[in-house]
Structure formats: structure tokens, C-alpha cells
């Protein structure tokens, strides 16, 4: 099969199309047939092997990440499955992630993919998994009606998602985004947009019930001061690509760990625990209208490294799909 494989770190040009051997459902697992794949912020993470400490992480190696097919979103059709898979068959529809999503095939266990949203397209279904479990996971349970919610990088994959969600669950939402991406996240129900080239959200004197921070581009003290006393500040990854870091996004997440227990504001740094169930939840989403999948750009599998190329430039928006 071709798949975009990865031999060494480094920039986008390092990716190459290649043929592969075809992947072998084990127990539990299927094999997908690959429609379309998304990209996320791991993508060029693994690209990089930046930052440095998170060669340490599953997936990274020293010199070389141990992942050498890159991509991890898919949406396509059931080709086989393993022993003991018992939801899924031949022929399904599905969407899911599992790293190795810029192939033709994938072998993906069972509990990580499931019935693709029927409203929906490949690109689209393959644009949810990594980004809206993040914007899911971080925001259940902490964000409700009347609360006002600040989203920094609300016009990104995960903050796409979060504006929505955020909306439908009757909070009052304040995006933060670049002049270019002001109507889109108006028109995913944003109530309020900064745009940061011009104002600076955490120094408008307003505070907040909950803050979702997905840049990574200001301090721990400049975020808290945004918030309520009693303020929930969440953190999800960040960064970019500046010629290689030592921590990264990494230090803002471990300078919260050390504080949440001398603060009376709730911080938490999220960690995504991926699961069918998640999906499940965000299929239900997708088909009752509640969230949509914005994409910015579709390119063809060959073309795999220029979409990395476009998403590491900072000028994405939204998702990013590779078609195969």
C-alpha cells in the first residue's frame, strides 16, 4: 500500500510517499480501507520530534520517530477484521484514530473506531477524532449555561469544535482569533471575538468562568488573571515550531501542576483519553446538527507533505484533510 512514511526528524520534506506492506488486523482490531485523514498539532509534534523532552513520549525516539507512518485521524470502510471484534463488520462505515492514518490502510483497534455520522462526509467524519475528543473531554462537565467561557486559538481544530460545544451548552463564548478568522468563528456561535493582532483578550479587564487555552502563548499568571476566583483555566497543548524547544507547550503544563494545589482556581492540564465511546458521543453531535467539522484545505495522499508544510505555517485554520 503508500503510506507517508518518516525515517528521520525534521521538516515536511522528510515525509515521503511509499509503498508499504499492507497492515494485518490482530485480535480485536479491523482493518480500514482509508478515505480521508486529518491532520493535528501531533503531526508536525512527530514531525519535528520537537519539543526535545517529548523524545522521551510513546511514538518519539532519539534521533527518529519510532512512528514512521505519519497521521492518526481516519474515516473510511471496514476491509477485514481481527478475532474477537464483535461491533464492527465488513462494509462499515467508519471513522476513528490510530497512528499511521496517511496510508491507503489502517489496523486500528475496535474500542478506537466506530460508525462513521451518516450526515456526514469522509473528509468531514475524518476531521473529528483527535480534535473534538479534545474539545470534548475538555469542556463536559465544566462548562454549562450562563458561564462565560474566553477560548484561546478558538479558530484551530480542537477550538472550532469548542466554540460549539461551548455554544450549545448555553454558555456565553469569547473567541480568540486573527483578523482572517473573525466570521468564522462568529458563524460557529461565537458571542464575542477578539481579534488578538489588534486587542488583548487576558488585558481587557473582563473575567472568565472558564478559560480553554490551546495556544500555549502566555503565561500561567497571565492566564489566571483572566479568570473568576473560583475560575476553571484548562490547558491542551500548543506551541509552534520556532527552530526546535527544550519543553515547549510542556513547561506551561508542568508550571500548572505545580501551582493547582496553592490556587483556588481549578487548572487543569487536559489529557485525552481516547475511546469508542467518545466517538460515539461525537457521532450523536455531528447527526443532530449540533457540531460541524470546518475544514480549511483538502489535499490529495501524495501531496501529504505540503499539507504538513500548510499546517506547520501557523496560517491553518480549522482542519486540515488529507483524501486518499
Known amino acids: 500500500m503508500k503510506a507517508i512514511v518518516q525515517t528521520r526528524y525534521g521538516s515536511p520534506d522528510t515525509c515521503t510517499l511509499e509503498d508499504v506492506d499492507?497492515?494485518?488486523?490482530?485480535?480485536g482490531e479491523v482493518t480500514v480501507r482509508i478515505r480521508a485523514?486529518?491532520?493535528?498539532?501531533?503531526?508536525?509534534?512527530?514531525?519535528?520530534?520537537?519539543?526535545?523532552?517529548?523524545?522521551?513520549?510513546?511514538?518519539?525516539g532519539l534521533r527518529a520517530p519510532t512512528l514512521r507512518i505519519r497521521g492518526s485521524d481516519f474515516a473510511g470502510t471496514v476491509e477485514a477484521v481481527g478475532s474477537d471484534v464483535t461491533r464492527l463488520h465488513v462494509g462499515d462505515e467508519v471513522y476513528g484514530l490510530r497512528d499511521g492514518a496517511l496510508a491507503e490502510y489502517v489496523c486500528a483497534p475496535e474500542s478506537l473506531v466506530t460508525?462513521?455520522?451518516?450526515?456526514?462526509?469522509?473528509?468531514?467524519?475524518?476531521?473529528?477524532?483527535?480534535?473534538?475528543?479534545t474539545a470534548l473531554q475538555?469542556?463536559?462537565?465544566?462548562?454549562?449555561?450562563?458561564?462565560?467561557i474566553l477560548i484561546n486559538g478558538a479558530s484551530g481544530g480542537v477550538g472550532t469544535f469548542a466554540v460549539q460545544l461551548a455554544?450549545?451548552?448555553?454558555?456565553?463564548?469569547?473567541?480568540?482569533?486573527?483578523?482572517?478568522?473573525?466570521?468564522?468563528?462568529?458563524?460557529l456561535g461565537a458571542d464575542h471575538v477578539v481579534d488578538y493582532t489588534r486587542d488583548?483578550?487576558?488585558?481587557?479587564?473582563?473575567?472568565?468562568?472558564?478559560?480553554?487555552?490551546?495556544?500555549?502563548n502566555r503565561s500561567l499568571r497571565d492566564l489566571r488573571r483572566?479568570?473568576?476566583?473560583?475560575?476553571?483555566?484548562?490547558?491542551?497543548?500548543?506551541?509552534?515550531?520556532?527552530?526546535?524547544?527544550?519543553?515547549g507547550p510542556i513547561g506551561l503544563l508542568l508550571r500548572s501542576k505545580l501551582t493547582a494545589p496553592f490556587v483556588g482556581q481549578e487548572v487543569v492540564a487536559l489529557s485525552t483519553k481516547p475511546g469508542a465511546e467518545h466517538l460515539d458521543t461525537l457521532r450523536d453531535l455531528a447527526e443532530a446538527g449540533t457540531i460541524v467539522p470546518a475544514?480549511?484545505?483538502?489535499?490529495?495522499?501524495?501531496?501529504?507533505?505540503?499539507?504538513l508544510r500548510y499546517l506547520e505555517s501557523e496560517h491553518a485554520r480549522a482542519k486540515v484533510v488529507v483524501t486518499i
Not at 517529548?54 to 511514538?59: D, E, K, N, Q, V
Not at 487576558?202 to 468562568?209: F, K, M
Open 22 to 27: 499492507d497492515p494485518v488486523p490482530a485480535s
Open 37 to 60: 485523514a486529518s491532520l493535528n498539532a501531533r503531526d508536525w509534534h512527530l514531525m519535528r520530534g520537537d519539543p526535545y523532552l517529548a523524545r522521551l513520549a510513546p511514538g518519539f
Open 115 to 133: 460508525r462513521k455520522p451518516s450526515n456526514l462526509t469522509f473528509e468531514q467524519a475524518a476531521a473529528m477524532p483527535m480534535a473534538g475528543m
Open 138 to 148: 475538555g469542556l463536559q462537565g465544566r462548562v454549562g449555561a450562563g458561564q462565560r
Open 167 to 187: 455554544h450549545a451548552w448555553g454558555a456565553e463564548v469569547t473567541a480568540v482569533c486573527s483578523t482572517r478568522n473573525v466570521d468564522l468563528v462568529r458563524s
Open 200 to 216: 488583548d483578550a487576558l488585558r481587557a479587564g473582563h473575567r472568565y468562568d472558564v478559560l480553554f487555552d490551546l495556544v500555549a
Open 226 to 247: 483572566a479568570l473568576t476566583p473560583t475560575g476553571t483555566l484548562i490547558l491542551s497543548g500548543g506551541g509552534v515550531f520556532d527552530g526546535g524547544s527544550v519543553l
Open 295 to 307: 475544514i480549511d484545505r483538502t489535499y490529495p495522499l501524495p501531496a501529504a507533505a505540503d499539507a
